[in-house]
C-alpha cells in the first residue's frame, strides 16, 4: 500500500507545490493522478520515487518509510518501482534489447535472466523485431513501449507513468495505454499522473484530483473535471 499522509513540499521561497495531501493506493489499483500543469502532480511524482523529501507529513510504500529511507536502501527500494517519464530517456548508444537489458544489469541479475526476460518483454510491447535497433531508429510510439518494457523488465510492484503520452499522437497515446491496463491485470499497481482529460475520463477507474498542491477531488471510478 502507498500512503500519504499530510504531505507538504515546500520549495526554494516558500513556494508551496503540495498541501496538505493525503490519499491511499491499494496493491493492484490503476490510480490516476490529474490536475492542471502546476498543480502539483510531478511533485507526487518525484516524493513516490524518492527523488524528492517531503517538507511535512509522512509517506509510506509498502514496508519502506520514505521519510527514514537510507541511500544504502535507495537501490532495493527502486527495484519494486518502474517508472515512464513523458521524454522516454532512453540511451542513445544502446540498442533496444540494451536500454531494456541496462535495468537488470543495475539491479545485478544474471546474464542468464537477462536473456529470457528481455525478449519476454519486448514480446509483450510488439517490439521483438527491433530489439537491435537503436532508439534514433525508432518513432515516438516505439519508444515510449521501450521505456514501458525497461520499466516493466525486473517485474516492480508499482509502475508510474509522469505524462508518458505527452509526445505521442492519438492511435500510439492508446496503445500505451492499452499496455498499462494489461500490467495493471497482471497484478502491478499503476499510477498515472496526466493532464489528459480524454484518457482519464475513458478509463474509468480511481481519480485523485489536484488543484494549487491540494485534493479536491478523490473518486472511485472519477472523471477529470475542473472549475
Not at 496493491?27 to 490536475?35: C, H, L, N, Q
Not at 489536484?210 to 473535471?225: P, Q
Amino acid at each position: 500500500m502507498i500512503i500519504f499522509q499530510n504531505v507538504t513540499k515546500t520549495y526554494n521561497h516558500n513556494a508551496v507545490a503540495l498541501d496538505k495531501v493525503s490519499f491511499k493506493i491499494q496493491p493492484g489499483e490503476f490510480a490516476s493522478i490529474v490536475g492542471r500543469s502546476g498543480a502539483g502532480k510531478s511533485t507526487v511524482v518525484k516524493l513516490l520515487i524518492a527523488e524528492e523529501q517531503p517538507t511535512k507529513g509522512q509517506i509510506f510504500f509498502g514496508t519502506y518509510e520514505m521519510n527514514k529511507l537510507k541511500a544504502n536502501e535507495m537501490p532495493e527500494f527502486r527495484r519494486h518501482i518502474g517508472v515512464i517519464f513523458q521524454e522516454f530517456r532512453l540511451l542513445a548508444k544502446k540498442t533496444v534489447f540494451e536500454n531494456v537489458a541496462f535495468a537488470l544489469e543495475v539491479a545485478g541479475r544474471p546474464e542468464r535472466e537477462i536473456k529470457e526476460f528481455v525478449p519476454q518483454v519486448l514480446d509483450m510491447v510488439a517490439l521483438r523485431d527491433k530489439m537491435l535497433n537503436f532508439p534514433a531508429e525508432l518513432s515516438g510510439g516505439e519508444k515510449q513501449r521501450v521505456a514501458l518494457a525497461r520499466a516493466m523488465v525486473n517485474r516492480p510492484d508499482v509502475i508510474i507513468a509522469d505524462e508518458p503520452t505527452g509526445n505521442l499522437d492519438p492511435f500510439n497515446t492508446w496503445e500505451v495505454i492499452k499496455l498499462l491496463l494489461k500490467i495493471n491485470e497482471l497484478g502491478s499497481t499503476v499510477i498515472l499522473a496526466t493532464h489528459d482529460k480524454e484518457i482519464v475520463n475513458a478509463l474509468g477507474h480511481r481519480v485523485v484530483t489536484l488543484e494549487n498542491g491540494k485534493v479536491v477531488k478523490d473518486e472511485e471510478n472519477g472523471k477529470f473535471i475542473i472549475g
